[in-house]
């Protein structure tokens, strides 16, 4: 296997403790490589452990994130990752939030080999009641509706992908944690806990919108999860 996707890094993270949230903005198929899959989920819960959250793109396949079965993309699916989907986002001339929609290519779906975490049992709209579903949260990932970024002198652009949504999660959670002064770790149990508590209060409900085997509905679906987060509402400033 040599050194599968970011496990070398991972593990000098941990080891190191000096972050206190980690971003994978890659994925292989969870049925491919399955040693690394769980090695991935072990050095997570050591991370957890110390404090350090773990997140990853949910893929950018749509809902066959894995050619050979209906399997999902690792590190993404892995429980102890907050699974990012992405979404199109509109908004007006001032930059107002107006809505979101999912992006076609965002992942989402049900392991093919991972049970149910217990923080996902009892929700609504899951695909599955038995098996692991992602993604857990989205944010804009749609290339069509995306961002700009100076490079070279100019401006670029626009870029997309979950590649760009799970490091807009981190920020989020690196904010959050700068703001309350302490790390959060193991947030998939929290989130889905603010969810059952405060439901579209905190969260952007996408409820349009397909990634090829599953389309968006209200509450939690299997492309979009839960939805966006309203960041200041979320972090508890608003």
Not at 152 to 162: L, V
Request: contains cysteine.
């Amino acid at each position: 296997r040599g050194d599968a996707p970011g496990e070398r890094a991972y593990n000098r993270i941990v080891s190191d403790n000096k972050v206190d949230v980690v971003n994978s903005s890659f994925g292989i198929c969870e049925t491919d490589d399955q040693p690394y899959a769980k090695a991935a989920e072990h050095i997570a819960m050591q991370g957890n452990a110390k404090g350090i959250t773990f997140s990853a793109s949910a893929g950018d396949g749509g809902s066959q994130e894995c050619s050979s079965t209906t399997g999902q993309s690792a590190p993404a699916v892995e429980p102890r990752f907050v699974s990012v989907g992405g979404t199109s986002l509109f908004v007006d001339s001032h930059a107002k939030y107006l809505s979101e929609t999912t992006w076609s290519g965002t992942g989402g779906g049900v392991s093919a080999v991972l049970p149910i975490p217990k923080y996902q049992v009892g929700v609504p709209g899951l695909a599955s009641t038995t098996h692991r579903n992602v993604p857990d949260i989205a944010f804009p990932a749609d290339p069509a509706t995306g961002f700009s970024f100076f490079f070279a002198g100019a401006f670029q652009g626009p870029i997309g992908g979950t590649s760009w949504s799970s490091p807009t999660y981190c920020a989020l959670q690196v904010t959050i944690n700068q703001k309350d002064g302490k790390r959060f770790g193991y947030v998939n149990p929290s989130i889905y806990a603010a969810f059952a508590a405060h439901g579209y209060t905190v969260f952007h409900d996408i409820t349009m919108g397909s990634n090829g085997g599953f389309s968006a509905h209200k509450g939690y679906d299997n492309t979009t999860g839960i939805g966006s987060i309203k960041g200041f509402k979320f972090a508890g400033v608003e």
